[in-house]
């Protein structure tokens, strides 16, 4: 950061006032802290701690998708520097990107307030904090990228499970695949769901079979098991 010395003056001498404001400051500070604090504890409490609790399996629910991407013209934007080389550029504008202690090409200078700088003598010299804000070509393009073209999705409630099947045509490919299984939970404090990814444990989840569940602190289900 560039520093302009303008010129010099007294140097303040602290009040009474500004005291009592800096010894205010400190306090409103702890008392912020120890409310953070607090809600710091209690947030840790309901993520660590763990109950156990049955449950009975009385429904459950699966979604599988399926994405296909085909290869199109898109638009985008970005930094002249970042652009892919196969892009067509349409345009391009200065734009600020980030700010130097240094000049550099297509820069503005942009100063803050005056202030005094205490020299131990009785007086004071006046700057000026200076930096650079530096400016770069941001451009408009266009350039051929898989985008989604559509989305196949099927979903059941049972464990009688499907996988989308996808039938592709030229500049097609198939893109990102998504499962989710959700099992819905019979205890004494209620109904509970349970939500997760594995195939092979929600398979195991038969309507009417009874499972323990690792309850978090919060209530919520972090892991199933079978009971045993």
């Known amino acids: 950061m560039a520093r302009k010395k303008l010129g ?8 009474a006032k500004r005291a009592r404001l800096g010894s205010g400051t400190a306090i409103l500070f702890v008392i912020v802290s120890l409310v953070i604090a607090v809600g710091l504890f209690f947030l840790l409490r ?3 701690s ?20 085909q290869l199109s013209l898109v638009q ?27 000049p550099a090409e297509n820069s503005v200078e942009v100063c803050g307030t005056p202030y005094t700088v ?13 930096v650079y804000e530096v400016y770069e070509e941001y451009c408009e393009y266009e350039v051929e990228d898989w985008v ?21 045509i030229d500049n097609q490919r198939e893109g990102k695949q998504v499962e989710r299984y959700k099992i819905m939970f019979d205890t004494d404090e209620g109904s ?12 195991q989840c038969r309507i009417g079979s009874r499972w323990v569940l690792t309850l ?13």
């Open 8 to 15: 010099y003056t007294k140097s303040p001498v602290p009040s």
């Open 46 to 48: 309901g993520v660590f």
């Open 50 to 69: 763990r109950s156990d609790l049955d449950g009975l399996v009385h429904n459950v629910h699966w979604e599988r998708s399926l994405v296909i991407e």
């Open 76 to 102: 985008d934007a970005d930094w002249f520097d970042d652009i892919p080389e196969d892009a067509s550029l349409l345009g391009c504008e200065l734009e600020y990107r980030y700010t130097s202690d240094e």
């Open 118 to 130: 205490d020299t131990g003598d009785g007086l004071g010299d006046v700057v000026q904090d200076c």
């Open 148 to 168: 989604t073209y559509d989305t196949i999705q099927l979903q059941g409630d049972s464990l009688s499970i499907q996988s989308p099947v996808s039938q592709l």
């Open 192 to 203: 509970k769901t349970f939500n997760m990814d594995d195939y092979a444990l929600f398979s």
């Open 216 to 228: 978090d602190g919060f209530g919520k289900i972090k892991e199933i098991e079978p009971y045993r």
